[in-house]
């Protein structure tokens, strides 16, 4: 099992950049896959990025491509969502999540098993 922590939410301009941080313990953090998803109010869970478990495969959901980039440091235990560009209708919690499948990278929020408890992203306009 595995505990994930979401850090680096906050309030931002439109245009602005945030870098969200999800740090894990319990069981050895590399034998995980990465996501990030997000939830606006009223509205479902969308997959934002997803990693593999050293980093080789990366994938993102079509509105964020290019803005954002998800990234590892296995030796910390920590994934990372820089986000760039960002945009009012971007508001949502985000929330990392961990797929003991360590080479999927999946974008199916079914696919991960451990779930963190979110951290809030606002854009301002």
Not at 76 to 97: G, I
Request: hydrophobic share 35%; aromatic share 12%; glycine share 12%.
């Amino acid at each position: 099992q595995v505990q994930l922590v979401e850090s680096g939410g906050g309030l931002v301009q439109a245009g602005g950049s945030l870098r969200l941080s999800c740090a894990a313990s319990g069981r050895t953090f590399s034998t995980y896959a990465m996501g990030w998803f997000r939830q606006a109010p009223g509205k479902g869970r969308e997959f934002v990025a997803a990693i593999s478990w050293n980093g080789e495969r990366t994938y993102y959901g079509d509105s964020v491509k290019g803005r954002f980039t998800i990234s590892r440091d296995n030796a910390k235990s920590t994934v990372y969502l820089q986000m760039n560009s960002l945009r009012p209708e971007e508001t949502a919690v985000y929330y990392c999540a961990a797929d003991p499948n360590r080479l999927r990278a999946g974008v199916r929020a079914d696919e991960y098993d451990y779930w963190g408890q979110g951290t809030q992203v606002t854009v301002a306009s």
